[in-house]
């Protein structure tokens, strides 16, 4: 009988099996409880401060296009170096003490064994679910890395980018147009900061320097959000706390936040891929959910660290 089961184990672990050595049962064997932890601090969190949900998601994004999703960004600076989470461009990464409550749990439950890298990944998938989004399986078994420097974070896209240096830096990823586009939509939830986006409402009071893509009404909206300074918050759409096609909407009345995300809407090449999303969500969630699984595996590395602490190498 335990022969049989651990056939029918080792048959399934075969089967899940990806080429990179992931695997959706990473940690079946020697953690198996690990979801469902990181499931409930998601959940509990969320559910006395639901705006977190945007964070974990752009903390995923942040982590894997520097270096990799090896939670590069949760390392902290030290007397001789600066990392990546010191960097200006941290300023809406929140819900690090969720991934921290999480890591306390695993390492009572099964020490040394989920990789923050993973935590992260994992926290997004939840963060995205509890915002009503789509929920999908990933593969599991990222190791930690141990480099975190504040000048690659260069290489995350400015608010600024027009959509020719989207899929330029997306695609350095092994994004195509369409994958970008429904990564874009991760803005469903969440707000922007008048920083990042004042750079539209230069001379605001001469009608020729407001950049022309914006709709007339919604231009003086984040002019008036902007009169409370460069940290005042815009929600990117009608809906900031829930995860569904309404960013899309937004772009297509013209009421994109950033220029990056605007952009979208008025580039031919993106265009009707926004319109399909804004027409229908169940084919963004479709395909927000393959980006996020493919997002999720760039550059992991296979051998490394299981961080103890998620803020320092071992
Ligand atoms: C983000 O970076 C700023 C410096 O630019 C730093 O003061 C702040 O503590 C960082 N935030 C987090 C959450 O690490
Ligand atoms: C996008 O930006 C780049 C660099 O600033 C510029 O060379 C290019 O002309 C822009 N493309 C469009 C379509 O505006």
Not at 40 to 65: K, W
Not at 123 to 134: I, K, L, S, Y
Not at 187 to 209: E, I, M, Q
Not at 251 to 264: E, F, I, K, P, Y
Request: charged share 20%; net charge neutral; with cysteine.
């Amino acid at each position: 009988m335990t022969t049989l089961m651990s056939i029918v184990v080792t048959m399934i672990a075969i089967m899940f099996r990806c080429s990179n050595g992931l695997s959706m049962n990473y940690y079946m064997m020697n953690c198996p409880m690990a979801e469902f932890i990181i499931q409930n601090s998601v959940r509990s969190a969320l559910t006395s401060d639901p705006t977190l949900a945007a964070g974990l998601i752009r903390m995923h994004f942040h982590d894997c296009f520097i270096q990799g999703c090896d939670a590069s960004i949760l390392l902290d600076s030290t007397d001789d170096n600066k990392a990546e989470k010191d960097s200006p461009a941290n300023l809406s990464l929140r819900g690090y003490e969720i991934i921290d409550d999480a890591k306390q749990q695993l390492e009572n439950q099964c020490p040394g064994v989920v990789s923050c890298a993973d935590i992260i990944a994992m926290a997004a998938r939840e963060a995205v679910f509890f915002a009503r989004g789509p929920y999908y399986d990933i593969p599991k078994g990222r190791k930690d890395g141990t480099r975190s420097k504040i000048e690659d974070t260069r290489n995350l896209p400015p608010p600024t980018l027009n959509t020719s240096e989207l899929i330029k830096m997306f695609g350095q990823h092994g994004f195509n147009a369409q994958e970008m586009v429904a990564l874009s939509g991760g803005h469903t939830l969440g707000v922007a900061r008048c920083s990042s986006f004042k750079n539209r409402l230069k001379n605001f009071d001469s009608k020729n320097d407001v950049d022309p893509s914006i709709d007339s009404q919604f231009v003086k909206m984040l002019a008036r959000t902007c009169n409370a300074g460069d940290n005042a918050e815009q929600p990117f759409d009608m809906t900031r706390n829930m995860f569904d096609n309404g960013y899309y909407n937004a772009l297509q009345r013209q009421a994109g936040v950033l220029s990056s995300d605007q952009t979208l809407m008025a580039d031919p090449r993106t265009r009707p891929i926004v319109n399909g999303y804004a027409m229908n969500q169940a084919m963004f969630f479709m395909d927000f959910q393959r980006a996020m699984v493919k997002m999720g595996l760039l550059d992991v590395k296979e051998t490394g660290q299981v961080r103890q602490n998620c803020h320092k190498n071992n």
